[in-house]
């Protein structure tokens, strides 16, 4: 199905997009779980692994969890974004997450990459008109030896 929305609306569709994953790498290593969390969707699925959360709560615990665990610096930097709209309320895209994270407070050294993930992601928007993830998944491409998995999953 080919997108509803032509022009300026595909454009600023596609800015809010890019401004929403900017802002999960952001809100994610500055600790901002509430801001995080109304990212997604009330029910919205995050897989990562063989972990999966789906809804905000569940969501909102696992990323708490991490915020209780030890002292953590990360940073996660996101890029390639393709999009597509498959109606004025729908998309998918697909891009590159690499992160740097240490359980250490900074300055970390060396400055060694922990993960590069692609995230395979549905959009809708909202309501109140905001777009927000509605699914997003994780796939391990290159991995650090030190990186024992995602938090939450199952050993």
Not at 90 to 106: D, E, L
Request: hydrophobic share 35%; aromatic share 8%; proline share 4%.
């Amino acid at each position: 199905m080919a997108s509803e929305l032509k022009g300026l609306e595909l454009i600023e569709a596609k800015l809010e997009i890019e401004r929403l994953n900017a802002d999960f790498c952001f809100h994610l290593d500055h600790d901002n779980v509430d801001l995080l969390i109304d990212l997604f969707t009330e029910d919205a699925c995050y897989s990562h692994g063989d972990r999966l959360s789906v809804g905000r709560e569940k969501i909102r615990s696992l990323f708490s969890q991490r915020l209780n665990e030890n002292a953590r610096t990360a940073r996660h930097m996101y890029s390639g974004l393709r999009l597509e709209l498959s109606s004025a309320n729908k998309a998918t895209g697909t891009s590159v997450c690499m992160t740097f994270a240490k359980n250490a407070m900074p300055p970390v050294t060396p400055a060694v990459p922990y993960l590069v993930a692609d995230f395979i992601d549905e959009y809708e928007r909202s309501d109140d008109r905001h777009w927000r993830i509605s699914k997003r998944h994780i796939e391990r491409i290159f991995v650090d030896p030190n990186n024992e998995g995602p938090i939450g999953h199952q050993t």
